[in-house]
């Protein structure tokens, strides 16, 4: 166990579901991410909060919509998604201490959510 | 601008032989940088950090990496390969001109009995 716990850790889902990934740190962090992990591609940021502020978002299609409701929580929210979503979802966490300073910490990645798109 | 060359996309040992992961970095600013290993259907777990502190880097798992400024690279090695070892390795750049990281492409090492 990281830290980062993500739920749940394997999703099916159609093309016309709704469905959404949690995610929860526990280790005082106040950065939280998204990524994307297709096979054979690079990681893939998607989206960045910073103190539950949402900081950058990486060019995603409005069919992936994040949520930040406290510094402890980020959610994913699902919906309309494409066979080509299947992908492995990270979330990670870090102590971002603001622009140039969160570098030196690294991040806590949580298991991930395996998505299927059928 | 930041970025990282992972310059294998996968490296085969056998058993107890030395293992050599090769990264080179690019970075406007000084960097820091990062290894992570990923099992199979796990995320990724920081192996070790340098952050302008001493150029040699001890991390975890007897894993260990080495600053060279001049070389702009950050190999990863290990003396001994355990079967455990086999994983995706990234490489991992970040400077204060982007404080998002950059990923490198991974390395996937093979450990053979």
Redo the contacts between chains.
């Keep these: 166990e990281?830290g980062?716990t993500?739920t749940p850790r394997h999703l099916v889902m159609g093309m016309t579901n709704k469905k959404s990934l949690k995610c929860e740190q526990h280790l005082g962090h106040n950065a939280m991410y998204w990524y994307k992990q297709s096979a054979k591609k690079?990681?893939e940021?998607m989206f960045?909060y910073n103190f539950k502020e949402q900081t950058?978002n990486n060019s995603v299609p409005s069919r992936f919509s994040p949520e930040c409701p406290n510094s402890s929580h980020l959610f994913l929210h699902l919906h309309t998604l494409q066979p080509e979503d299947s992908a492995l979802y990270?979330c990670?966490s870090s102590q971002?201490m603001g622009?140039?300073?969160?570098?030196?910490y690294?991040?806590?990645?949580?298991?991930?959510t395996?998505l299927t798109v059928v | 601008a930041q970025s990282v060359t992972q310059l294998d996309s996968h490296v085969s040992v056998s058993e107890g032989t030395p293992v050599l992961l090769r990264c080179n970095y690019s970075s406007s600013y000084s960097?820091?940088l990062?290894w992570?290993v990923q099992h199979p259907?796990?995320?990724?777990?920081?192996l070790l950090?340098y952050?302008s502190a001493a150029t040699l880097v001890k991390g975890i798992n007897g894993f260990e990496a080495e600053f060279k400024k001049s070389e702009t690279s950050f190999h990863l090695t290990k003396p001994s390969a355990h079967m455990s070892d086999a994983a995706e390795y990234?490489c991992v750049v970040?400077?204060?001109?982007s404080?998002?990281?950059t990923?490198?492409?991974?390395t996937s090492l093979i450990v053979h009995p």
């Design positions: 990281t980062v993500q690079p990681l940021l960045v950058e990270l990670a971002d622009r140039g300073r969160s570098s030196n690294g991040y806590t990645f949580g298991s991930g395996r | 960097p820091s990062f992570y259907n796990k995320g990724l777990q920081l950090k952050t990234f970040s400077d204060a001109g404080y998002i990281p990923f490198g492409r991974g």
